[in-house]
């Protein structure tokens, strides 16, 4: 709810005002009128909003992957990055599936 009074009140007339320009306006004041609200910050709202429930999730599933799998692949000889790409994330892939389904079944059911 806060979201979309931030939005309204910040954000669409930040776009409105500075990121369309008025010769841009003048050129299409006939065909449609434009004010700044549209469907790009309704995407950068919705998608500042599922921000930290994402973030939160997804460092929960990581932290859960036992570090002797991460520090056994390090014994075997690969490179630390590449553990924790290899295993960590790996293991952690469904979680992390999930939390962006969480997230994402948020922001639609937010929008209506």
Avoid: H
Avoid at 56 to 82: F, K, Q, T, Y
């Amino acid at each position: 709810m806060i979201y979309g009074l931030i939005g309204i009140l910040v954000l669409v007339p930040f776009v409105g005002n500075d990121l369309i320009t008025s010769s841009e306006k003048t050129s299409v004041q006939n065909t449609i009128e434009l004010t700044g609200s549209g469907l790009l910050v309704a995407v950068v709202i919705l998608t500042v909003m599922i921000t930290p429930i994402m973030v939160a999730l997804i460092c929960e599933a990581l932290v859960s992957v036992p570090n002797s799998w991460r520090e056994g692949a390090i014994a075997l000889g690969v490179n630390p990055l590449r553990a924790v790409l290899a295993v960590t994330v790996r293991a952690a892939r469904p979680a992390i599936v999930a939390a962006v389904v969480l997230a994402t079944a948020r922001a639609l059911g937010e929008r209506s």
